[in-house]
């Protein structure tokens, strides 16, 4: 079955470093977004992609996220300088159509710890 | 702002038994309905999801009620094994001006099932 890899699984950095988290969504998926979850809370909205531009932004991505989408595989999420409260676990999800009936795929994630 | 609510932190339920999960909406605009399970250290795995023209779906061992009037939904899995044992998230999604569908997910609730 046809699965979003996400790498690395874990990431601890120091604060006010740059941090890139990497996804590889399934191929014939046109809709990406990233979500995070900080620790005991909900999954949080943060970004979602199509067509090679940002469809839709929540107030968390602000000017230190970016997304990319490099080389038509890839799908990444740049924190420019990270601070202690990015530390969360972060979710790349793709789907083929906008409102599936099938819910989006997630990827495993990728903790981000920033010390 | 919590538009989606998950009241039931943690749910414990018999083998066999049923279990029901709800979650409760605020946003009228909300159109679309999903529930997702999570293991720890996995990614969301869609469960279901339910249209708001329709109030209830079934798929085997689980069904989702929608009540639009009340702003409630919820999910029953009947019966009860221990492998449903995980983190269940309602989310919900709305198609209006400036949403491409991004999710709104609940805080989610840990379910148990005990053999």
């Known amino acids: 079955e046809p699965e979003v890899t996400q790498t690395p699984s874990h990431q601890v950095t120091q604060m006010g470093q740059e941090v890139i988290l990497r996804c590889v969504p399934i191929?014939?998926?046109?809709?990406f977004y990233w979500y995070r979850q900080i620790l005991g809370q909900k999954v949080e909205f943060l970004v979602s992609?199509?067509?090679?531009?940002?469809?839709?932004k929540s107030e968390i991505f602000d000017d230190q996220f970016s997304v990319e989408r490099p080389d038509g595989s890839n799908f990444t999420l740049k924190i420019r300088s990270t601070k202690l409260e990015d530390s969360a676990m972060y979710f790349c999800a793709s789907s083929l159509n906008f409102r599936t009936n099938y819910g989006y795929t997630f990827g495993s994630g990728t903790r981000l710890t920033v010390v | 702002d919590q538009q989606v609510k998950q009241n039931s932190p943690s749910l414990s339920v018999q083998e066999g038994r049923i279990s029901i999960l709800n979650c409760d909406y605020t946003n009228s605009m909300f159109d679309y309905f999903l529930w997702y399970k999570k293991y720890p250290a996995e990614g969301p795995t869609f469960l279901i999801s339910i249209s708001s023209i329709k109030d209830k779906n079934e798929d085997g061992r689980f069904t989702v009620f929608l009540n639009k009037s009340a702003k409630h939904l919820s999910l029953h899995i009947v019966p009860s094994q221990p492998g449903d044992s995980a983190v269940y998230f309602c989310a919900a999604s709305a198609d209006y001006g400036g949403s491409q569908g991004n999710l709104i997910f609940g805080k989610g609730t840990k379910l148990s099932v005990k053999p």
């Open positions: 992609f199509y067509n090679n531009e940002i469809s839709e």
């Open positions: 191929s014939n998926h046109l809709y």
